[in-house]
């Protein structure tokens, strides 16, 4: 154990530990620090609040991981790996041979709908933007929002298991004043891969949205049954309906 850098002129075997930082050109064991560990190749696990290592079998469990080729877990804010052979979970996964796609879509929330879907080969990131024209500016919507989901390939056909937060608008992405409206969608959605970079995708959701706005912009969303709840003295609306999409997978 040490304070400031524990640095390995040869390779490890064991437990390398530091209030600070952990070096090694090749280690068997675990790397436990509070800054940085490194290790250009690594059997075991890394513990930090920044790891580094080359080729990885084992796991990166910190806030930062960044690996050349990892064979196991990557946990953390912040996952970076040129391949995987393993899984990522994370806010923001980049994985080399991993998810990297834009979605197009239309639904009963938003006709016009984009994602930019990243992440390990089983567990991505979801960040979203909608926009619903309408007949007026009352029903003009603006969506944005941020999700997680697990992905299931078997052959051509895959699907994808998500949960979105989204924040749902009037007028204006960014209008002063437009009140407080919280989206939740939990969607299932099949595809099918024609080509490499295209896939169809469809799929239902389970829509739940909370408005705190006192207002009825948000008559119309749902195109099947609704479950309704207004409390407040009628400011706070909660809405639960059944919706669909379809679209494409780039």
């Not at 790891?51 to 990885?56: A, I, T």
């Not at 990166?60 to 960044?66: C, E, F, H, P, R």
């Amino acid at each position: 154990f040490t304070v400031g850098a524990n640095i390995a002129g040869g390779a490890l075997k064991g437990v390398q530990a530091s209030v600070g930082a952990n070096v090694a050109p090749s280690m068997v064991g675990l790397q436990a620090s509070s800054g940085l560990n490194y290790a250009r190749e690594l059997r075991g696990a890394q513990l930090s609040l920044l790891n580094v290592g080359g080729d990885v079998s084992g796991a990166q469990v910190g806030l930062v991981n960044i690996a050349g080729k990892v064979d196991g877990l990557q946990l953390g804010l912040l996952n970076v790996a040129r391949e995987s052979q393993g899984e990522a979970l994370g806010l923001l996964s980049f994985i080399g041979n991993g998810q990297a796609n834009v979605q197009l879509w239309a639904s009963d929330v938003a006709y016009t709908n984009v994602a930019l879907k990243f992440g390990s080969q089983h567990f991505h990131t979801l960040l979203t933007l909608g926009f619903n024209p309408g007949t007026n500016t009352h029903r003009r919507r603006y969506v944005a929002g941020f999700g997680f989901g697990t992905h299931i390939p078997t052959g051509r056909l895959f699907f994808d298991l998500d949960a979105i937060g989204t924040s749902v608008h009037a007028d204006n992405l960014f209008r002063d004043g437009d009140g407080l409206n919280v989206l939740a969608q939990l969607r299932l959605v099949a595809g099918w891969q024609v080509a490499k970079r295209f896939a169809l995708i469809g799929g239902v959701t389970g829509n739940t949205l909370v408005t705190w706005d006192n207002g009825d912009r948000w008559e119309e969303l749902g195109i099947g049954p609704e479950w309704r709840s207004v409390s407040d003295g009628g400011r706070t609306t909660v809405r639960v309906w059944p919706g669909v999409l379809l679209g494409v997978q780039l």
